[in-house]
């Protein structure tokens, strides 16, 4: 019987006889260096945990598949929405944004929402959030705000200085703020959140018109939430408790699933708006661009192994397919070549070699090579460049996406843009939020910005007044602030602010 069990074996396959006592010179010791098996597993034990995640450390991820339920065909020509009742694999990876990878998942924080579509055509990932909106439109902010929202560089220590001093000192914030400090900054879990894909991305057909879009993955489950006094006993009792319930319910059959509904601009369309339609501090109002529902995602499957898959997954905005592209969003722009160069950095040049990172549907072939972690072949003998004429592979014309103007002087310039970044914040406030969701607001912002100082928290309440005159008033209320010095704060420039509240 004991030859039909699994033998233990070094990783280059040499049977281990004692996986319990190191070779060593007598029963005490010392041990030998000879003891090829101990140095082996330590060694490796050394190098288990790759670099965390600079943001989004914490998550859960899952396979499932997406359905096509409607023709988009006169919109794109992606292969992967090409007829109805089309499904693709995918897998999809939930996180939180600014926490550690050991932080809970109830912390109040946008929530990641990365899909990998693994199409005929190649990988497609659509990297976007549960919020529509985001705090910031330039990437060259990005590495700034981030750093906010860590630890101070000297206590170590979450700052709510930090934390607001930032927020404060960049209005275009507001939107994503006011989202961020409702319930919906704490969703119940995973399965209870929309996605979206936040920034506007271009679809084209088969005849090379297009169009500008937003994706809005919209729960099955039905939206559900956390107060603040919920996510904080949650924090303790259970801080994993989003991941928990995400494997669970798939382990017991209760696949989570969402539909996916468009928005879809035609150029002259999107010209003519009345606000940026790439400015991702900003939506698409839905009176002004219906959604229509065009699919339906659906998680069947957790991961054989979280290491292998989850935390080695890897997703990018530049991967595209053919019928999908990018848009001129500066931030996006940025992002297309900041998370490529970041999965570089934390697993490797060849990170797309990782079997959940790999095409499944499709077949890759270029001239890059060698490299570490290179394991599949490394294109055997054939040509490493191009042109060539040894059979390599060629381009494909017929790949490109279709042109679009742009214009404009070269040079480090401000956003200019006639509509301000305060009317969709005040109009969330006033017309979406009910009289429940404003108290909770108030009661979360105030609570987390009292820690700030008081320069900065008139600051921000001044902010909040540019958005809606109430909303102004109620966090000056409960911060206890001269609401007439919030009022005056309110009435000047953001230069003029900045420098009236300077330390």
């Known amino acids: 019987m004991a030859d039909d069990k699994k033998k233990l074996t070094t990783n280059f396959g040499k049977p281990v006889e004692d996986d319990q006592n190191t070779v060593t010179a007598g029963s005490t010791g010392p041990a030998l260096i000879q003891d090829i098996h101990l140095l082996e597993k330590l060694a490796h034990f050394d190098r288990e945990r790759i670099p965390e995640r600079v943001v989004h450390a914490k998550g859960a ?85 981030i750093h906010t929202q860590k630890r101070n560089p000297g206590t170590n220590l979450k700052d709510a200085d930090m934390f607001w001093d930032f927020l404060s000192l960049t209005p275009e914030s507001i939107h994503q703020v006011t989202v961020l400090f409702s319930d919906r900054g704490t969703p119940k879990t995973f399965r209870h959140m929309n996605g979206y894909s936040s920034h506007t991305f271009k679809w084209y057909n088969n005849k090379g018109k297009y169009f500008w879009v937003q994706y809005h993955f919209k729960t099955e489950q039905g939206i559900q939430n956390l107060t603040r006094d919920e996510a904080t006993r949650l924090k303790g009792e259970d801080p994993d408790h989003a991941t928990r319930d995400l494997y669970d319910a798939i382990e017991r059959g209760e696949f989570p699933s969402w539909k996916l509904e468009m928005q879809i601009m035609t150029p002259e369309q999107a010209a003519k708006y009345r606000f940026d ?41 530049a991967n595209f397919v053919p019928g999908i592209a990018a848009s001129p969003d500066k931030l996006l722009q940025g992002r297309l070549f900041s998370y490529h160069d970041t999965h570089r950095h934390r697993l490797g040049p060849n990170y797309h070699l990782i079997p959940v990172n790999r095409p499944k549907a499709a077949t890759v072939d270029n001239y890059q090579r060698d490299g570490s972690m290179q394991v599949d072949g ?42 301000d ?15 429940s969701d404003r108290d909770h607001l108030i009661g979360n912002i105030t609570t987390h910005l009292c820690n700030a100082q008081k320069r900065i928290q008139l600051r921000q309440a001044a902010i909040f007044y540019k958005a809606d005159a109430e909303y102004g008033h109620r966090i000056a209320e409960g911060l206890r602030l001269d609401i007439k010095e919030v009022e005056r704060l309110a009435a000047m420039s953001q230069e003029e602010r900045t420098k009236a509240t300077a330390q």
Not at 386 to 409: K, R
């Open 61 to 145: 991820g899952a396979h499932g598949y997406f359905e096509v339920t409607e023709d988009v065909t006169k919109y794109t020509k992606a292969k992967f929405l090409s007829k109805v009742g089309k499904r693709t694999d995918l897998f999809i990876r939930f996180s939180t944004v600014g926490g550690e990878k050991g932080s809970a998942d109830a912390e109040r924080d946008p929530r990641g929402f990365a899909i990998k579509f693994y199409t005929e055509d190649g990988n497609y990932d659509l990297v976007g959030n549960n919020t529509p909106v985001f705090f910031i439109r330039d990437p060259l902010k990005f590495p700034d705000f």
């Open 277 to 317: 339609p790439f400015d991702i501090t900003k939506v698409w109002f839905h009176g002004d661009v219906a959604p229509i529902t065009i699919g339906r995602m659906v998680l069947n499957r957790n991961s054989a192994n979280y290491f292998a898959e989850v935390e080695q997954a890897a997703f990018s905005p």
């Open 378 to 419: 490394n294109f055997g003998g054939s040509p490493n460049y191009y042109p060539n004429s040894f059979g390599g592979p060629q381009p494909n014309p017929d790949a490109s996406d279709p042109a679009f103007g742009v214009s404009g002087e070269v040079a480090r310039q401000p956003y200019a843009h006639p509509n």
């Open 421 to 435: 970044d305060f009317f969709q914040a005040g109009e969330l406030y006033r017309r979406v939020m009910t009289d």
